[in-house]
């Protein structure tokens, strides 16, 4: 019988504890967000709206999802540039990357172009994500503090962008979800940790970083020893 190796030593740290503290800010206030707009906009379930609960629950969600960069900022400045800088930079083997993604998106990555930390779809996800929520905030905050200047058709133009605009951030987070499941991701979120065979399908770039800096450290205490 073949032994295993400890579960640590087939795993790799894909997210540390802050990220993971602001990314499950970001899904939950969301997801407030979109149910309690559905209840606002929806006759079918209007009848959970009555009593001015859904509207609070609304402001106070879109208060904590407009804090999420501040706070990611604060938590993890470095990775937040990083996060950053990585979304809008994209290097020749993401468009080659990008070329094949439908291959990618039915779970076929034998011939993928290697990636880093980000691939470029998740490049591409992250970047707009970034680009719609300031969409969602800046429509949601004129709808919240200018509606009665606007008019009639002025309200009408910013309901429409705010409201396609988290049409838009739902499917991202449809297909967000779907990615998750497909490479086997969610104990990046949830523990911190992804398998390492499955991350070098995905990262084969950030993980040889990873094992060359585990090298050098390991080679280091060997040498003070």
Not at 96 to 109: N, Q, V
Not at 115 to 126: I, Y
């Amino acid at each position: 019988m073949a032994v295993r190796e400890p579960l640590r030593d087939r795993e790799i740290l894909r997210y540390r504890k802050r990220p993971r503290i602001v990314h499950a800010m970001l899904a939950s206030s969301f997801l407030v967000l979109l149910f309690t707009g559905l209840i606002i906009l929806w006759p079918a379930l209007a009848g959970l709206a009555p009593g001015g609960l859904t509207r609070w629950l609304h402001r106070v969600a879109a208060v904590v999802f407009m804090a999420v960069p501040f706070v990611y900022w604060f938590a993890d400045r470095e990775g937040a540039k990083e996060l950053m800088i990585d979304s809008f930079k994209y290097d020749r083997d993401d468009w080659r990357w990008l070329k094949r993604f439908w291959s990618y998106a039915f779970g076929h990555t034998a011939n993928m172009p290697k990636q880093g930390r980000l691939n470029a779809g998740q490049k591409l996800h992250h970047a707009s994500v970034m680009l719609i929520s300031g969409t969602i905030v800046a429509s949601g905050l004129v709808l919240w503090f200018f509606m009665p200047s606007l008019g009639p058709t002025g309200q009408a133009w910013a309901a429409v962008i705010h409201d396609l605009s988290m049409l838009a951030l739902a499917l991202l987070l449809v297909g967000h979800l779907y990615f998750t499941f497909v490479y086997k991701a969610l104990s990046g979120m949830t523990r911190g940790y992804v398998d390492r065979d499955e991350a070098m399908l995905e990262h084969a770039k950030w993980v040889e970083e990873v094992e060359q800096q585990e090298a050098a450290e390991t080679e280091e205490e060997t040498e003070k020893v």
